[in-house]
């Protein structure tokens, strides 16, 4: 991604006093649990397994002396409450660092002062590339240099997607990069995400130290994460399926294993459809690499020859092609 050629969209209102830019990649579950147990909201979330992509989101964060929580997504104005909600935690006095110039600003401007988010996204939302909690911890991180809080930018941005069902394991994962696997429930330091460091067949090991090319393939529809999320009947089949797939990927790290159980969780919670499966059997078929789900999207990721399939699905849905990043959500200079 080009850091520097998003231009800042103006807010409406008065000039703006201060910014702050910050990005967030895409990132992909492939299985994972609903833990919503403890009474800590940032040890609620899910374990699983997932990685992040190069492809994600910016976020350029203004100051403005007009009243109000103004976002902009790709150039259009947008309601888009898990974001409002990071800005809401950034603008509560009682989490706000005390005695530094924001902190003095918010006292003295009181309601006066205002929030302008403008996102770019590279890639759709609702399709499984946890684009909520990107954009998310991308304005987060962005808030967190003009308005210090005793909170981290992951936790604010965490807590932000519980209280809106937007996502559970998606900010822990952006938030170290890479191939990770949630051990436990919730954002670091409260939950506990490893390094998952899969070994990766032979056709890919020239890619080991440049970024893994990944395909991403949209088949079908968005999927709402918030209707999954709510639905009491699914929680019981999505914890079961998730915790045998990342107990069967933790006593085999390979990426192939990672694919596998990625359709495996597909297949026992129900999430494939016709489109997908017969998708999916094609790559197979044809030796083009590995493939597997993405929670929650009607989507699919594909390593391996990504070039040469690229143009083969490109008349079954909007393709994309990325690499891993290692590096997870930061600041810009």
């Known amino acids: 991604m080009n850091e520097h050629r998003m231009a800042a969209d103006q807010p409406k209102g008065s000039d703006a006093t201060e910014v702050s830019s910050a990005y967030c990649p895409a990132h992909v579950s492939c299985f994972f649990t609903i833990d919503a147990t403890s009474p800590n ?10 990685f992040s992509l190069e492809k994600g989101v910016t976020a350029i964060v203004k100051l403005i002396d007009k009243p109000g929580i103004q976002v902009v997504l790709n150039g259009g104005a947008v309601d888009f409450p898990t974001v409002k ?99 436990s429930p919730g954002v670091p330091p409260h939950g506990e995400v490893v390094d998952l460091d899969p070994t990766v067949p032979a056709f890919l090991d020239e890619h080991r130290f440049t970024g893994i090319p990944v395909l991403l393939c949209v088949l079908g529809e968005h999927v709402g994460t918030k209707n999954v999320l709510e639905d009491q009947r699914l929680h019981e089949l999505i914890n079961y399926a998730g915790k045998e797939s990342l107990d069967a990927l933790m006593h085999d790290k390979t990426l192939e294993n ?34 597997g789900r993405c929670m929650l999207g009607n989507s699919i990721f594909v ?26 959500a930061h600041l810009l200079e």
């Open 41 to 50: 909201p940032f040890q609620k979330g899910s374990v699983g397994a997932g």
């Open 258 to 291: 990672l694919c596998i159980q990625s359709n495996l969780f597909a297949e026992r919670v129900g999430f494939n459809n016709l489109k997908t499966e017969r998708t999916v059997e094609l790559i197979r078929r044809y030796n083009y690499g590995i493939t």
């Open 85 to 183: 909600t990071v800005v809401e935690h950034y603008l509560d006095p009682d989490t706000m660092l005390p005695d530094t110039p924001s902190a003095e600003r918010l006292s003295t401007a009181g309601h006066m002062l205002g929030i302008h988010v403008s996102l770019l996204s590279e890639l759709p939302l609702s399709q499984g590339f946890g684009l909520s909690g990107a954009c998310a911890l991308a304005t987060s991180y962005a808030l967190s240099k003009l308005l210090p809080n005793y909170r981290t930018p992951a936790e604010i941005a965490h807590l932000a997607e519980l209280e809106n069902s937007t996502g559970l394991g998606d900010v822990p994962g952006q938030t170290i990069g890479g191939f990770e696997a949630r051990i």
């Open 303 to 328: 390593f391996g020859k990504v070039e040469r399939l690229k143009p083969i699905l490109e008349p079954l849905g909007e393709v994309f092609v990325t690499k891993i990043t290692s590096r997870g």
